[in-house]
């Protein structure tokens, strides 16, 4: 018995995207400079904490050492305190429901947790020890040290990290943001010191936001933080990345890996800032072009060629500049067809226009997504803490929205001309030279 035939006429149309709501967002600045914003959300027992410190390198002369020393330290500030070592430290944290991480990008230090809505005091308290007394304990370090190298030498394996390292340095040049990983000799050359004063000069509460959401009174939670952390302190000023110089593209870089069985693909350049009333129509652009499955890029290299399974491309966003981004992940056999084709699709959106249907369906797209990403208590203290952070009213995701759904063909078109079309934008591969470079070369200059 044949199974039944769906009729699409029976399924009802989509509706209107719902407006984004604006957070209940309470903000105060302490007298440390320490910006606080609180958003209560009842309804489930829960509170994200995210503490956002700015972290950039000051110059490109000091970036290998920063990046190396930050690298150690992200792990290291959970060793001890004045008062706790590492196992009382986690101790105290779990007791509140709380597991508190701490990572590191181009532009900020950002220790983030989960907790209990009672354990607030407790795990502000943790938090004051761990910004204003760590100890940094020589041996502790020292194996910290060797956990970075290892995962170091991992990530210098994998091609996808050579090939984002590889584009970053293209791009950026002699700018901070051009050094991806640590070098290994910087790593082992960080002692407990170093660590103490890079911690005293730079985790700073001046130019720092700490963002709660969750079930929280606004003024008790503020109070807490201002209680736990006034005495947060530092003896420097906080540093963001300087502006970044634009660079030309120049030729097709080809980074050799022998014996590969794949090529990575990475494309990148300017995209237009938080603050640029041209980012909504660039976002749906670059969703056209390659931003999800009905996308452009992966109709034609995924579902149409079978080049490769998982194509994309994105709006990026750093404090000192905004990236539009390709990647792809394709077999060696057909590098040169794959990325004729990649670049075939920016010119085409660059060059024709954009259809009403493609917009639509973009547009539905960009706003549901975000719509998901900050309905959690962890999505929207995360969005809040990139957008607070970055000195934007809580306000934006709503106005956004807007802009979003205000976007027009012709604005479209205009932004991928301007934006995504292929002699601006960097190129870099990473695969077999042997079995690529001639199939690049057919397409034009490679640099090796």
């Known amino acids: 018995m044949s199974a039944p035939v769906l009729d699409l006429a029976l399924v009802p149309p989509l509706g209107e995207p719902r407006p984004q709501p604006v957070p209940d967002v309470h903000l105060t600045t302490l007298d440390t400079g320490l910006q606080v914003a609180v958003v209560p959300r009842a309804g489930v027992p829960l509170v994200e904490l995210r503490l956002r410190i700015p972290f950039a390198a000051a110059s490109a002369r000091t970036v290998a050492a920063h990046v190396a020393r930050t690298s150690v330290l992200t792990g ?4 001890g305190t004045a008062a706790h070592d590492q196992v ?9 429901g709380a597991e508190l991480s701490v990572s590191a990008d181009p532009d900020r230090l950002l220790l983030s947790t989960t907790m209990l809505p009672d354990g607030l005091p407790a795990v502000l308290g943790v938090l004051a020890e761990l910004l204003g007394r760590p100890t940094y304990p020589a041996a502790q370090v020292a194996a910290e040290k060797a956990r970075v190298a290892e995962r170091v030498a991992i990530a210098r394996s994998q091609p996808g990290v050579v090939a984002r390292t590889a584009l970053a340095a293209r791009r950026y040049g002699a700018h901070p943001y051009a050094v991806g990983l640590p070098d290994p000799e910087q790593v082992a050359a960080t ?3 170093a660590l103490r004063k890079l911690h005293r000069e730079r985790v700073l509460p ?20 201002a209680t736990a952390l006034g005495g947060w302190a530092g003896t420097g000023t906080a540093v963001d990345a300087p502006p970044l110089t634009p660079a030309p593209p120049g030729p097709l870089l080809l980074v050799d890996r022998p014996g590969a069985v794949q090529s990575n693909i990475r494309i990148g350049g300017p995209a237009p800032g938080r603050r640029d009333p041209e980012l909504p129509a660039v976002r749906l652009a670059s969703m056209v072009y390659g931003g999800y499955f009905s996308s452009r890029l992966v109709e034609n290299i995924r579902e149409r060629r079978g080049y490769t399974y998982s194509p994309r491309s994105a709006v990026d966003h750093l404090q000192a500049g905004s990236s539009f981004l390709v990647e792809a992940d394709v077999a060696t056999e057909v590098t040169g067809p ?10 085409r959106i660059a060059l024709l226009p954009v259809t009403e249907a493609e917009l639509d369906a973009a547009r539905r797209y960009v706003l549901g997504s975000t719509a998901l990403a900050t309905a959690t208590h962890a999505g929207l203290a995360s969005t809040l803490s990139a957008l607070v952070g970055s000195g934007l009213p809580a306000g934006w995701l709503a106005d956004h929205q807007a802009a979003l759904a205000a976007v027009t063909l012709d604005e479209v078109t205009a932004a991928a001309r ?17 079995q690529a470079g001639d199939q690049l070369a057919a397409l034009g200059p490679v640099e090796r």
Do not use: C, M
Request: no cysteine.
């Open 76 to 79: 290291a500030v959970l060793l």
């Open 88 to 96: 009382q430290i986690a101790q105290l944290l779990q007791a509140q």
């Open 191 to 193: 002692t407990p010191a």
């Open 206 to 225: 001046a130019g720092s936001t700490l963002v709660l959401v969750g079930d929280v009174d606004p003024a008790a939670a503020t109070d807490a933080v």
């Open 338 to 347: 794959a990325l004729l084709e990649t670049v075939y699709e920016l010119g």
């Open 418 to 434: 301007r934006w995504l079309h292929p002699a601006g934008l960097t190129t870099v591969v990473v695969g077999d030279a042997a």
